[in-house]
């Protein structure tokens, strides 16, 4: 694996800005991207841990096998966005538009995702332990084999959702054929 290499913001937008929407192996803790503004972008395998990306702008983005441990992305558009097997532990995620986005194999492992648009997520496999769904919308989401172990649906809209093979909050199981019943219906 290559070791990451540091990026100035302002180098980081020249790049963009002349149109190199892929950056690889970069280390980006640095830096703050708060309010940024780069939509279809790609940061593929790079070090955003703890990165203010609160506001960011970045629908059809891809962050696939990049850490955002600890990262701030409330209010944040990831609309369309890519996670696949990247690190969202820790991470806030609090009204961020999420709608459609591939998260696949993520951990999101004690992440806050309050009042979060997940509608139509691809959140198959994904470590969702821990995590503060109250008041997201998971509507038609797609959560086969996702852990949600502990965590606070309170709120939640699951409406649709595909649930099979999923570890619920109270660590049941769902299998195939088992009628649901609404988060926090006794």
């Not at 999420?98 to 696949?104: N, Q, R, S």
Request: aromatic residues 6%; glycine residues 12%; hydrophobic residues 40%.
């Amino acid at each position: 694996m290559p070791t990451p290499s540091r990026y100035s913001l302002d180098l980081l937008n020249q790049s963009y800005s002349r149109g190199q929407l892929q950056f690889q192996h970069l280390d980006l803790r640095k830096l703050s991207l708060e309010g940024i503004k780069m939509p279809f972008v790609e940061f593929i395998d790079c070090n955003l841990q703890g990165q203010n990306l609160a506001g960011a702008f970045m629908p059809g983005g891809v962050f696939s096998h990049s850490c955002l441990r600890k990262s701030k992305l409330n209010w944040a558009n990831l609309i369309g966005t890519d996670f696949f097997l990247a690190d969202l532990s820790g991470a806030q995620l609090n009204r961020a538009m999420l709608a459609g986005a591939k998260l696949v194999g993520v951990n999101l492992q004690g992440a806050s995702l309050k009042e979060a648009v997940l509608t139509g997520s691809d959140l198959r496999g994904a470590n969702l332990k821990g995590t503060n769904l109250r008041g997201a919308n998971l509507s038609n989401a797609n959560l086969q084999g996702a852990d949600l172990r502990g965590a606070d649906l309170t709120g939640a809209d699951l409406s649709d959702a595909l649930l099979v093979g999923t570890l619920m909050p109270d660590a049941t199981y769902v299998d195939y054929g088992v009628e649901l019943l609404p988060a926090g219906a006794e």
